[in-house]
């Protein structure tokens, strides 16, 4: 096969995955700006309606929930700490505890690096109950140290870092000792700034996976103050159907187009950093 | 009082190995002492133990009238380039070169007017500014060289530094090296495996074998004197050529000859030593060597063959020698260039 039509096929395969991805996206997007009634008579839509403004206007402003107590704009900013604080809690805290492993020589450390990498076995679904009793018996429930707190552990990351700070040359730490830096100056001035990379990478994905949490915030929060994005996708409409009403399916998607904003924006953000850390080679 | 001494430094591993045993020596201020050995004969170690990288098992490492073992490496003055260099990747050259100092706690102007004078010093001051990767590795020699003399210590480490140069390079950063030692009289001790780079840097050499130092002193007395089997073996290249027999009133026997030494022993196991350069032509010399194979290097030719006892033996001619293969020479040794060494004990006799 020469090499044009090697690159036709390749691009092509590109061009069969980028669609299978983007089409579903432009249909939920193209349905948000048409009224409900258009939607629910004629299903959904492939070209732009006129509610654009209406719709979205009408989402992130309007009171949901039983109580109505809550807008999306709310959830937003509750799914956004939720996802943020677990993010960093988790890069903090693995970063240190891999920090530990792999340079504090201790009697416990191989044993206690198994110890967290088996807790991949144990997911929060898997512990539910137990951790709900613990959150709930500290008064943590409806709180976004609740909703944090349990998440924030995690041993995939401390396995990246672990594995990164593994392959960092000894004599960069000797070095370092010469030139006076203790423990501490040696985790913030060598092993952060050479693993910002890994940092961003694990941010990205500690993001997605605290965004996307659906049973947990489920069994934690009863008062709506407290509701997420992935619950409200479900609920906040809900009351049409009771009403009597159109099920304002419109609107529900323009909901889900904004739902899927945030993590883009940490993706794209934090991309650029990533891709300039692996074009330059610095170890 | 000596600047930097070792008293009965011992280094046992956890696992058991004895990597350094009972060693003591003096290093006088501003001295250039190199540690030369095989890989893996504790002379890296034993440059550890003087930074703090490793602990001291027994012994003391007294600088400067202060014992160090339990100072911190931080707060012991000294400066260390290591083999690959360690430069800190995520840092510019000004930063790898200000990071020591600002630990320290200097002042910005301070640091400043110090890294400018060593950039200068060392021909750096263009990369300032660029990253270790950027750099080439003779450029990334002299950010290390510049790390260790910015923070001005009493004493600077050399942990083969050389090694991941190319030959002609260096050459020229070994030349440096020696150069600037001499104009900053800083005391340095230079770990190596090469016996080049030994003889030419050394105020002094130790040569160190498992551990032990086998001999200390001026790289021509180690060469024209080497004090155990070892030494010999190890410095000079082509090897010294080594001849088993027994030595009977001074006179040296080996199946077809026999040779009038200087001394009067007897002894029953004797390794008799002879430098390449001190084999001669001679019409009727005692040894009558097969030439196997002749190595011209321009300058000289190295001449491989075997004598009439079957001793593989080498030897120097002019660079442009019309010996051929299969000739056989007629050779002696010079004036009394010759050493006996015992083939028990190991050491020099004499």
């Known amino acids: 096969m020469n090499n044009k039509t090697f690159q036709f096929a390749t691009h092509t395969v590109l061009f069969i995955g980028v669609l299978l991805m983007v089409v579903p996206i432009w249909i939920a997007f193209a349905s948000s700006t048409h009224e409900n009634v258009t939607v629910l008579t004629e299903g959904m839509q492939w070209t732009l309606g006129d509610q654009l403004i209406k719709n979205y206007n009408e989402v992130l402003n309007q009171k949901g929930g039983f109580s109505q107590e809550i807008t999306a704009t709310s959830m937003f900013i509750n799914s956004f700490i939720m996802a943020f604080g677990i993010a960093s809690v988790k890069v903090i805290i693995s970063s240190m505890s891999a920090y530990a492993i792999v340079y504090f020589r201790f009697k416990l450390a191989v044993p206690l690096f198994w110890l967290i990498f088996i807790t991949l076995l144990v997911p929060l679904e898997v512990r539910i109950l137990p951790s709900y009793q613990i959150v709930s018996d500290l008064n943590l429930t409806n709180s976004y140290t609740g909703l944090i707190l349990p998440l924030v552990a995690s041993a995939t990351a401390t396995f990246f870092f672990r594995q990164f700070y593994k392959s960092i040359p000894d004599e960069l730490l000797e070095a370092a000792k010469l030139d006076g830096a203790n423990s501490w100056k040696f985790f913030i001035d060598f092993l952060l700034p050479l693993s910002k990379t890994m940092i961003a990478a694990m941010f990205i994905f500690m993001f997605v996976y605290g965004y996307s949490q659906y049973l947990w915030p489920l069994i934690m929060t009863s008062d709506e103050k407290y509701w997420t994005v992935v619950m409200g996708m479900k609920i906040i409409f809900q009351e049409s159907y009771e009403g009597g009403n159109l099920p304002r399916v419109a609107e529900r998607f323009a909901y889900i187009i904004l739902s899927m904003i945030p993590p883009v924006l940490v993706v794209v953000f934090l991309q650029r950093w990533f891709i300039k850390g692996l074009i330059q080679t610095e170890k | ?350």
């Open chain 2, 1 to 350: 009082m000596s600047f930097l001494r070792l008293e009965e430094v011992t280094k046992i591993y956890p696992n058991g190995t004895k990597a350094v045993d009972k060693t003591s020596l003096n290093i006088e201020n501003g001295e250039f002492m190199v540690f030369v050995g095989p890989s893996g004969c504790g002379k890296s170690t034993l440059l550890r133990m003087i930074a703090g990288l490793e602990d001291i098992t027994k012994g003391e490492i007294i600088l400067d009238g202060k014992t160090i073992n339990k100072v911190d490496p931080s707060e012991r003055d000294i400066a260390m380039v290591f083999q690959n260099y360690a430069l800190y990747p995520h840092m510019n050259v000004y930063k790898n070169l200000a990071y020591g100092l600002k630990n320290r706690g200097d002042s910005k102007q301070k640091i400043d007017k110090k890294v400018n004078e060593v950039a200068e010093l060392l021909e750096i001051k263009e990369y300032l500014q660029r990253k270790p990767g950027q750099l080439s590795g003779g450029q990334r020699q002299r950010v290390a060289m510049g790390r260790a003399i910015v923070r001005n210590p009493k004493v600077f480490l050399f942990d083969e530094p050389l090694s991941n140069l190319d030959a002609k390079l260096r050459g020229q950063v070994r030349i440096e090296i020696k150069k600037l030692q001499k104009q900053m009289e800083v005391t340095s001790v230079f770990v190596t495996h090469d016996q080049i780079e030994a003889m030419t840097l050394g105020d002094r050499l130790a040569v160190i074998n498992e551990g032990i130092i086998e001999q200390v002193g001026s790289p021509i007395e180690v060469y024209e004197n080497p004090a155990s089997l070892f030494v010999a073996e190890f410095i000079g290249t082509p090897q010294m050529n080594f001849i088993k027999g027994s030595l009977n009133s001074g006179i040296f026997k080996s199946n077809h000859y026999n040779y009038k030494t200087k001394l009067d022993n007897t002894n029953d196991e004797i390794i008799f030593g002879v430098r390449p350069e001190n084999l001669v032509l001679k019409d009727d010399g005692e040894l009558k060597v097969k030439i196997d194979l002749i190595e011209k290097l321009g300058a000289d030719s190295i001449i491989y063959g075997v004598d009439q006892n079957n001793n593989n033996l080498c030897y120097r001619e002019n660079g442009n020698t019309k010996l051929k293969a299969n000739e056989i020479v007629s050779l002696t040794i010079e004036n009394n260039k010759y050493h006996l060494f015992d083939a028990i004990t190991k050491k020099r006799l004499s």
